[in-house]
């Protein structure tokens, strides 16, 4: 699935060049050293057992409460020489509470280096953001439970949630052009 991302096999020279974003139940050590040798752009979430952010690294709000101004995640990126990498450490206060007294820290990793850690973070954020919203279309669209077994099923299913998330990811930006900021 992921080689029919792009337009050729040498993505280095590639038109388009996707970012592939993991989750940390995928991003198992061999998947990232698979994207790696084939010279994908990605971030993932880190698969530490104890994340704790390094005391010389320097926070800096990537999302904060639109009305309050309160901010809700802070995030410090650090290059890490071993992996050649760039890792994102971020403090979410809703993950804090989420935890009941364990830390909200949680580490993204990936390989550009071009980016700030605003832009990381956005990019990360979209995951979550599709996985909310296919939750919930399926749901509403009452798309569960799925069978997955026929691949004009699996087709069938993959097409109305996308056609759905695109719908609603166009009315979404028209509320927010309004000053409308529900979820």
């Known amino acids: 699935m992921i080689k029919g991302l792009s337009d050729g ?7 388009l060049s996707p970012t592939i974003v993991m989750e940390a139940g995928i991003a198992s050590e061999d998947n990232v050293k698979w994207l790696k040798s084939h010279h994908y752009r990605y971030i ?3 698969r530490k057992k104890k994340v704790e952010i390094p005391p010389d690294i320097k926070m800096v709000p990537v999302k904060q ?3 309050t101004k309160a901010i809700l995640v802070q995030a410090g ?6 992996t ?15 935890e009941k007294k364990a830390s909200g820290v949680y580490c993204l990793r990936t390989n ?26 399926k749901s509403e669209l009452g798309l569960r439970p799925n069978s997955h ?6 087709d069938g299913h993959i097409f109305i949630t996308l056609v759905a998330y695109h719908i609603m990811q166009t009315i979404r930006i028209k509320l927010r052009g309004k000053g409308i900021h529900f979820c």
């Open 9 to 15: 096999d040498n993505l280095q020279k590639s038109l």
């Open 77 to 82: 990126l650090v290059s890490n020489k071993e």
């Open 149 to 154: 077994h026929p691949e004009r099923r699996s």
């Open 44 to 46: 993932v979430v880190s």
């Open 112 to 137: 550009q280096k071009d980016l700030n850690e605003k832009e990381i973070w956005d990019i990360y954020a979209m995951l979550t953001d599709i996985e909310d919203a296919f939750r919930c279309m």
């Open 84 to 98: 050649d990498e760039m890792e994102l450490y971020c403090h979410s206060v809703d993950k804090e509470k989420k």
């Open 65 to 67: 409460d639109e009305k």
